[in-house]
């Protein structure tokens, strides 16, 4: 069974840092790209990180400076830092695999609050 387990939200004033973490199962995770979404209330879920097997990263232009994801292949575990935090940040925040092999399992995010 495919799991995705979030965690290291919190509530952090606008310019902080958070570190999340995204504990995963039922995967291959050393082969997989992985990635990040967020969603805001009332706004669709969005991509925000991807990190492919080998390493390699892409953001889109709204955190790209500010956040960076990384992998633990050893744990199967998919991070993302996030600094300079922006209020329009704030967003549950998600990992799944990036693609055509993302998983219709999600898991219960982590809730991420930008004060101003």
């Known amino acids: 069974q495919v799991q995705f387990v979030e965690s290291g939200g919190g509530l952090v004033q606008a310019g902080g840092s958070l570190r999340l973490s995204c504990a995963t199962s039922?995967?291959?995770?050393?082969?997989?790209?992985m990635a990040w979404y967020r969603q805001a209330p009332g706004k669709q879920r969005e991509w925000v990180a991807a990190v492919s097997s080998g390493g390699i990263t892409n953001y889109p232009d709204s955190v790209k400076g500010r956040f960076t994801i990384s992998r633990d292949n050893a744990k199967n575990t998919v991070y993302l830092q996030m600094n300079s935090l922006k209020p329009e940040d704030t967003a549950v925040y998600y990992c799944n695999v990036y693609g055509v092999w993302q998983s219709k399992n999600w898991g219960q995010g982590t809730q991420v609050t930008v004060s101003s």
């Open positions: 039922g995967i291959t995770f050393n082969i997989n790209t």
